[in-house]
């Protein structure tokens, strides 16, 4: 799913009207993602895409807009919530959602499991007496109260016009699962003369306008109770049988509403949603082993894994699951030069190389973020926290320099971080993931014996493999890398990062690439800037020494590498 932007928010009542907002993902009430905090503004631009699996029921992908606070807890602005089954509606559309508002009676999760009966009883006397007997058995799946289980109980109502007969649980301590087995009996229709109506006559009357509510509680103690949400049940819905079933539970009827909403604001999402049935592992065996000859069969393009990879209707649904496969299994060096070797033979110019998006670039592209992130994470987490730790400016954009600012510092601070992280790339080849090093030492052979010159480009293919998909996953893995009491600093600290134009991604992989990648700075969010060869000599006025003109550290030349 993309998490675009919202827009309108409910501004402070104070001078300051700005906020610094994030973004939540919940299923149902457990939060699965967040987003980084976008500082002053009522219409923060998030701009993430989030891919991830659900391995349980849920009701409910909820979206929460929060005020980060510092020193209080941080402000639920407003909120999403979509429906399980109204998500293939809003599939692969770009949709604006209205914020709604977020107060307990809103936040409400979980099921009841209940058994009702209505018996005829007689009495001594011989008059008919109606009773309904309500049995609760068990909720499940009660949300937590600040992140702890909850101590809920059970009202237990029949209400009519002129009527509210209530009965109550017993409190169980620290649990979202509650078993409570506890049956409670309820008189619906006064007595009447057993000779004047026969036993099977019910007052219609009656029984139509009453209902069965159970409405749960979180126990207080010392504060109020919170509620947890209710189910209502007709009472004429009832026959003589016993009725038992799960029912969800109910955000709270507040009656009267006023015509006129409050306007919280607007969120803009891109959410793609598919279900997929998994039969057990033994019915893909066949399947299984076919996709793992594919590396065997000549020509490639006739295997079963080439074959999947380019009929599926989403390319990254059908390359994630195929490189996992392969990568278990131990198959995919094999395949990917397979593959490569097929499309450079097609590949008549070297600056085009693996240019596109290729099958060879897309299965590279995913291994990488399977296999790389810890790879970056240790590369260069010291450096980020280093920088978030003690900050320089660095900042050489002449629209954005401030008056007063010394440009040549700035420029020597830039000079420190670019230096810095060009020799931690450099110096970090030992670490690299010996799957990694295998792929792209054999992507560099092809390509030599494709093109047999001295020097060989660095295009647009190497900048995908190093640069683009080590700084996704980057991107993706940033609020892990930073420590937990930075995390609501993060544009700040990204803010010096993103001063630093180009950074010089040069990986020993039995030869050097040379990556510059650009920071967004508008987004935030780190990004592959591809640029050619001739513009890659001076970026913004600065660069490593590399960049400027000046000898090779490494010895094999500006702008490419040996073969």
């Known amino acids: 799913m993309l998490l675009g932007q919202a827009k309108n928010l409910v501004p402070y009542l104070g001078p300051n009207k700005m906020r610094d907002c994030f973004c939540t993902i919940n299923l149902d009430q457990e939060e699965v993602f967040r987003t980084q905090v976008v500082e002053k503004s009522l219409s923060p631009f998030f701009g993430e895409e989030f891919y991830f699996e659900i391995p349980r029921i849920f009701q409910y992908l909820s979206f929460y807009i929060y005020d980060k606070n510092v020193l209080q807890r941080d402000l639920r602005i407003g909120k999403i919530a979509i429906k399980k089954e109204d998500l293939s509606i809003y599939s692969g559309k770009e949709t604006w959602f209205i914020l709604q508002p977020v107060d307990s009676n809103s936040e409400v999760q979980g099921k009841v499991h209940l058994e009702l009966k209505l018996n005829e009883l007689i009495t001594d006397n011989g008059s008919v007496c109606q009773q309904l007997v309500v049995q609760l058995k068990e909720c499940h799946g009660l949300p937590l109260i600040n992140g702890q289980n909850c101590d809920p109980y059970a009202t237990v109502s029949v209400v009519g016009p002129s009527r509210n007969d209530q009965k109550k649980t017993k409190v169980k301590k620290k649990t979202s699962n509650p078993q409570f087995n506890e049956t409670f009996y309820f008189e619906v229709t006064r007595s009447s003369s057993y000779t004047k109506k026969s036993q099977f006559q019910v007052e219609e009357e009656d029984i139509e306008k009453l209902e069965v509510r159970i409405d749960l509680w979180n126990n207080g103690n010392l504060v109020q109770d919170l509620f947890l949400g209710e189910i209502k049940i007709p009472v004429k819905t009832l026959g003589s049988d016993t009725f038992q079933a799960w029912y969800l539970l109910q955000p709270k009827d507040n009656g009267n509403k006023s015509g006129k909403s409050e306007d919280h604001g607007s969120l ?25 000859k594919s590396s065997e069969v000549e020509p490639i393009s006739a295997s079963a894994a080439y074959i999947l990879a380019e009929v599926c209707r989403d390319k990254y649904d059908g390359i994630l699951p195929l490189v996992r496969l392969l990568l278990h299994h131990h198959r995919l060096v094999q395949f990917v030069t397979a593959v490569a070797e097929l499309e450079l033979k097609e590949t008549q110019e070297v600056n085009t190389i693996f240019r596109g998006n290729s099958l060879t670039t897309r299965c590279v ?8 992130k810890h790879y970056l994470k240790v590369t260069l987490k010291p450096i980020l926290d280093e920088i978030c730790e003690n900050p320089k400016p660095c900042e050489i954009d002449p629209l954005k320099l401030k008056e007063g600012d010394n440009v040549e510092m700035h420029k020597e601070n830039l000079r420190y971080y670019v230096d810095k992280v060009f020799s931690t790339i450099v110096q970090s080849s030992i670490s690299c993931p010996t799957l990694m090093c295998d792929v792209l030492c054999s992507l560099r052979r092809l390509a030599a014996e494709r093109f047999p010159s001295k020097y060989i480009n660095v295009s647009k293919w ?102």
């Not at 999402?269 to 082993?289: F, K, Q």
């Not at 291994?367 to 790389?372: Q, Y």
């Open 268 to 292: 803009r999402l891109n959410i793609n949603y598919a279900e997929d049935y998994v039969l057990p592992s033994g019915y893909y065996g066949s399947l299984r082993d076919l996709l793992l």
């Open 365 to 372: 592209d995913e291994m990488m973020k399977i296999v790389g």
């Open 462 to 563: 190497q900048y995908d493999l190093i640069a683009c998909t080590n700084l996704g996953c980057l991107n993706s893995s940033l609020p892990l890398f930073l420590k937990e009491e930075e995390t609501g600093r993060k544009p700040i600290a990204l803010h010096i990062f993103v001063s630093i134009n180009c950074v010089l991604w040069k990986m020993y992989f039995g030869s050097i690439f040379l990556c510059i990648v650009k920071i967004n700075h508008n987004r935030g969010l780190p990004v592959a800037r591809l640029r050619r060869r001739q513009e890659s000599a001076i970026v913004r006025g600065s660069c490593c020494a590399c960049c400027r003109g000046a000898p090779d550290p490494a010895g094999f030349g500006g702008y490419g590498y040996p073969v």
